[in-house]
């Protein structure tokens, strides 16, 4: 069973930076995308980034491009999101997602497309 477990959401001001980490358990963790999506309340979920990790390229969507950082640790079955210069317009529930088989490059930001997903966890940026 897989299991996507999201943490390191928080408060935090205008400029600010977070990190949070994605761990997978029951994945098999090689030729798949694996993103980050974000929900705001009375909002769509958002596609924010995504890592192909079988060769580590990377997607990100418009608005976070310069500011936040997709990376993966394949020893610890982890995905991370870098956040730096947060906007209160960053506020969302953030939630973890990992498609199922092998796939090819690119990974598309569309939540259709992913299969598992993490329980999210809250992310707050006050002006």
């Known amino acids: 069973q897989v299991q996507l477990v999201e943490s390191g959401g928080g408060s935090v001001q205008a400029g600010g930076s977070l990190r949070l980490s994605c761990v997978a358990s029951?994945?098999?963790?090689?030729?798949?995308?694996m993103g980050w999506f974000r929900q705001a309340p009375g909002k769509e979920r958002e596609g924010v980034a995504a890592?192909?990790?079988?060769?580590?390229?990377?997607y990100y969507a418009d608005s976070v491009k310069g500011r936040f950082t997709i990376s993966q640790d394949n020893a610890k079955n982890t995905v991370y999101l870098q956040m730096n210069s947060l906007k209160p317009e960053d506020t969302a529930m953030y939630y973890c997602?990992?498609?199922?088989?092998?796939?090819?490059?690119?990974?598309?930001?569309?939540?259709?497309?992913?299969?598992?997903w993490g329980q999210g966890t809250q992310v707050t940026v006050s002006s």
């Open positions: 997602a990992a498609t199922a088989g092998s796939l090819k490059p690119p990974c598309a930001l569309v939540t259709s497309d992913y299969n598992y």
């Open positions: 890592i192909y990790t079988g060769g580590s390229s990377t």
């Open positions: 029951g994945y098999t963790y090689s030729s798949n995308c």
